[in-house]
């Protein structure tokens, strides 16, 4: 089925502005773009997005992505309190949203996650537009599982509440991992439902990700990192992001590899690596705390030899798809990551592009580090499986937009299935 000229609202509650905007949105909508969707994009940005450089900056992206055929919306996002505020947004998306459908004669929303989703939710009963559900995680769990909601809390009951709602009328479902699926279709809303389904992992521009020599040795040479073995986190730390385990780890890999060093590649506030690093007894010679702007990061990837990412274990991380992971192995960078993170199990053992850490204690970081030691063996013959299983796997234009694409002309093309069911099951 051709998607030229088909119309679509487009919903994310995490703002254009902000690197997950510009990295997991605005790529897809534009490859979704170039063969013929008309997207209306509605997204909540934060404060600084409405301060007078915000403004600038807002006004010069809706100009160059109405030059992409994309018109995009801005509302604001409310943060706390977090239950009022929240169900502030949802009125606020499902009033405007409706005067974009009926102005722009919308047919579809694709709704990217639990809030938008539950806006989607509105504009489908009353309006009798598709509805595309893409879990990004799952809301209801990781808040559980990151101690900020009790099970059975009003905040828990509300969201398990409308998620089932949104499974029981959504024409599609988008997941991020394989190893969940089996699990969410069984869920209330979804239990005994033919529904489209796809999944979709953090996908990356290959183009804009990848390794170059000529980054490696201006970087190093930057960073004064002469031959050191270098390990690279990329990303937030804090909350899920152990950075303390991630640290216990290069003490392990210091033991092996005295020459080793580690890059942290972080926003976030540097006083709490500094911490966790003085706290191991390990010198400011060892390790570099870098910040980079977005555009940067291929280039500092380019400077490592391998990547890590260390995140707090629960049952919401079997719906994650960590984007950094995608983003070293299309640097070359083979990987380091605790096991029960979506499909990152299967990934690292059948690709052989990195090494599980079962559980975080000394033992299993040094089976990690002698495991990185192979790989320091051979760096060329590393990188190119590295790559190669990232353009296999997380492409953003033959992986993300095929399956787009595909789930797209599939829900358009199909009758409404949110009253059917499987006769036989």
Known sequence: MTLEGRRVLYISYNGMLEPLGQSQVLPYLRELSKIGVRFTLLSFERDAAFAPSGNDQREALRQRLAFENIEWHALRYHQTPSVPATAYDVIAGIRYARRLVKRNNLEMVHARSHIPATIGLALKKSLGLKLIFD????MAEEYLDAGHWREGGIPHRLTKSIEGRVLAATDGVVTLTKRIWPIIKEWPGLRGRIVVHEVIPCCIDLEVFKFRASDREQRRRELALGDRFTVIYSGSIGSWYL????????????????????????PGDPKIVHDEMAARGISQSQYTVQRAASSEVPSYLSAGDAGIAFYKPGFSKLATSPVKVSEYLACGLPVVINAGIGDSDALIAGEGVGTLVQAFDMENYTRAAAALETFAAAPEQTRTLAR??????FDLRTVGLDHYARLYGTVLASPDLSDQRKSSL
């Open 135 to 138: 879990i990004r995680g799952l």
């Open 243 to 266: 950075s303390d385990k991630m640290a216990d780890f290069f003490v392990a890999l210091l033991k092996s590899r005295s020459d080793a060093h580690f890059l942290w590649l972080t």
């Open 388 to 393: 190669d299983v990232a353009v296999r796997l």
